[in-house]
């Protein structure tokens, strides 16, 4: 079972920057997209940022502007820039991975969570 691994959480203050980076264990074929969720305490899971197999991007409006998402498909890898952090991106960040065959239809690979703190 292919497995995907984050790294590159951690405590940052007010203002600072973190890289967010995500790789998976084996290879992974078929990927229609790769994305950031965060969970915030208390909240649902929200998507904050998606790259399309045609290097298409969208974000979480909140953070317009201030992340940067980067991925390649063939190397199973994916990246959050993160810069400006406010206090309220604090949350267990999560990787995903999309693959689409029209024999298995959507299928979904997800890591373990990574923990984002942002102080005030």
């Known amino acids: 079972q292919v497995q995907l691994v984050e790294s590159g959480g951690g405590l940052v203050q007010a203002g600072g920057s973190l890289r967010l980076s995500c790789a998976a264990s084996?290879?992974?074929?078929?990927?229609?997209?790769m994305s950031w969720y965060r969970q915030a305490p208390g909240k649902q899971r929200e998507l904050v940022a998606v790259i399309d197999s045609d290097a298409g991007t969208g974000y979480l409006d909140s953070v317009k502007g201030r992340f940067t998402i980067s991925g390649d498909n063939a190397k199973n890898w994916v990246h959050l820039q993160m810069n400006s952090l406010k206090p309220e991106d604090t949350a267990v960040y999560y990787c995903?991975?999309?693959?689409?065959?029209?024999?298995?239809?959507?299928?979904?690979?997800w890591g373990q969570g990574t923990q984002v703190t942002v102080s005030s």
């Open positions: 995903n991975i999309d693959t689409y065959t029209p024999r298995k239809g959507v299928s979904a690979y």
């Open positions: 084996g290879s992974i074929s078929s990927i229609k997209t």
